[in-house]
């Protein structure tokens, strides 16, 4: 019986190196990040938004803007008993609380600070001026009407709410409207849109609810 001709030992170390060389190289391939992977991050820029951009000054101002709404709504859901206001305030304080949270949650991962000595709105080009009276930016409440608020029961706090409200948002909206034009991250001007979207469609709504209370805007 002839016995099985056997490669040269060179050519089978040969053979060894090179199925090793290949079989590092996938594994490298597997291993490395993709460069034309898509970010995960959520934003369309490497760098943080600067301190005077759209981003970092929507932010604020919203955040500020949303935290007197959200109050607001406490204020009315215990002074009245109608669900339908109720159902309403419950809704303002879950989604804005929510998303002024998001908001507040980019400053700090962008580095910025979450009150600024600039004036109000400068980023949209018409600073807001202090006027002492509680209302820091449009559509803001003052002291004065935040106490009336909180005085009346019923139907006339239901009314004094959605007319608050209705002010409230379409200054909410106007804001939201240029951050969504001019904002460079997509977090922003994500947002943004939509909260001119839901905004709009409350301001109906709020529109229909003053009407049954014999009320206008």
């Known amino acids: 019986m002839t016995s099985a001709v056997r490669p040269p030992r060179p050519m089978v ?6 199925f090793l060389l290949a079989l590092g ?7 490395r990040p993709s460069s034309a992977a898509p970010s995960t991050s959520g934003s369309t820029s490497s760098a943080a938004p600067a301190e005077t951009s759209a981003d970092v000054g929507f932010a604020r101002d919203m955040s500020i803007h949303h935290q007197q709404a959200v109050e607001m709504s406490f204020i009315v859901r215990d002074r009245t008993d109608d669900e339908d206001v109720r159902r309403l305030a419950y809704d303002i304080i879950n989604t804005q609380a929510n998303q002024r949270g998001m908001m507040l949650g980019w400053l700090e991962t962008w580095g ?3 009150s600024s000595e600039l004036p109000p709105m400068e ?3 018409h600073p807001v001026t202090a006027t002492g009276d509680g209302s820091l930016m449009p559509g ?10 909180r005085r009346t029961k019923g139907t006339a706090a239901e009314v004094l709410y959605l007319r608050l409200m209705t002010v409230h948002h379409r200054a909410g909206a106007e804001m939201a409207q240029a951050a969504a034009g001019s904002a460079d991250t997509e977090e922003i001007r994500n947002l943004a849109a939509g909260m001119v979207r839901g905004q709009e469609s409350e301001i109906g709504l709020m529109a229909d609810m003053l009407e049954q209370r014999g009320a206008t805007a």
């Open 13 to 18: 170390l040969a053979a060894v190196v090179v």
């Open 25 to 31: 190289l996938v594994v490298l391939t597997i291993g």
């Open 112 to 114: 910025r600070p979450k």
């Open 123 to 125: 980023w949209m080009g």
């Open 140 to 149: 803001m409440a003052t002291d004065a009407e935040m106490d009336e608020l």
